[in-house]
C-alpha cells in the first residue's frame, strides 16, 4: 500500500513519512511499516532520518 501511495502520487516527493502516522492510517503496527520503509531504502525509492 505504501509503495502504491508513492507510484500514484498520494505521497509526495520530500514528504516525511512518519512510522506511526502510516501505520495508523494502514491499521497495521509500526514494524511492517519500517520493514517496508527500510526495503524502500536499499532500492533508492526513499531516504531513511533516523529520530526525525
Known amino acids: 500500500m505504501i509503495k502504491h501511495a508513492i507510484l500514484t502520487g498520494a505521497l509526495q516527493p520530500g ?3 512518519v512510522e506511526t502516522e502510516l501505520a495508523q ?3 497495521v503496527s ?3 511499516v ?3 520503509l527500510k526495503t524502500f531504502a536499499g532500492a533508492g525509492q ?3 532520518s533516523e529520530y526525525r
Open 15 to 17: 514528504q516525511a513519512l
Open 34 to 36: 519500517r520493514e517496508a
Open 46 to 48: 526513499v531516504t531513511m
Open 25 to 27: 492510517q494502514l491499521g
Open 30 to 32: 509500526k514494524t511492517p
